[in-house]
T-cell receptor
């Protein structure tokens, strides 16, 4: 079974600064997907960024980028120019590769609470 | 495009009572998931439907939890009887028949007293 570990229960950063959230995972699969989701107090999980394991290039979405180290099974999220609206819980998640309609639910870490200081 | 709709938003019940949650996925999404998120933890998959068939219910406590997805659209998740440890947020998500992204609803916060 796959596991996802987020070792930082809480992180704090000054507005406009850069912060990196850590995530490690364990799997025996060679092809899979990794995600970062944001969960504000409204509780709705919002996709921030995704990475396909077969792609060596790190994914980037505006101020959000990842550092994907497949051999080390590490998947960190970097948020540049932090904004007050970035404050939320951030979850790292793993999903097996497409299996033709088979089981492909997400496995989540415990989350990191990100605080943005004005 | 309308998102995933869930109701109710909040529910408080006494232990041993029963409760049901409803989810309406995004139109056309064949895959529907129910997750349980206990306070301070990440969501845990309870059950996955592909159209109206169950794909994965390995983590569903079948002695008290049940779920159905009639006609491959809406879904209900039921707990009977509820225990204190069932207090959590229940999230519904849906996706096209694709591995890339699941869209989540706002969840139902259940408190069992």
């Amino acid at each position: 079974a796959q596991t996802v570990t987020q070792s930082q229960p809480e992180m704090s950063v000054q507005e406009a600064e850069t912060v990196t959230l850590s995530c490690t995972y364990d799997t025996s699969e060679s092809d899979y997907y990794l995600f970062w989701y944001k969960q504000p107090p409204s509780r709705q999980m919002i996709l921030v960024i995704r990475q396909e394991a077969y792609k060596q290039q790190n994914a980037t979405e505006n101020r959000f980028s990842v550092n994907f180290q497949k051999a080390a099974k590490s998947f960190s999220l970097k948020i540049s120019d932090s904004q007050l609206g970035d404050a939320a819980m951030y979850f790292c998640a793993y999903r097996t590769s497409y299996s033709g309609g088979g089981a492909d639910g997400l496995t989540f870490g415990k989350g990191t609470h990100l605080i943005i200081q004005p | 495009e309308a998102g995933v709709a869930q109701s109710p938003r909040y529910k408080i019940i006494e232990k041993r009572q029963s409760v049901a949650f409803w989810c309406n996925p995004i139109s056309g999404h064949a895959t529907l998931y129910w997750y349980q998120q206990i306070l301070g933890q990440g969501p845990k998959l309870l059950i996955q439907f592909q159209n109206n068939g169950v794909v994965d219910d390995s983590q569903l406590p079948k002695d008290r939890f049940s779920a159905e997805r009639l006609k491959g659209v809406d879904s209900t998740l039921k707990i009977q009887p509820a225990k204190l440890e069932d207090s959590a947020v229940y999230l519904c998500a849906s996706s096209l028949d694709s591995p890339t992204e699941a869209f989540f609803g706002q969840g139902t916060r259940l408190t069992v007293v």
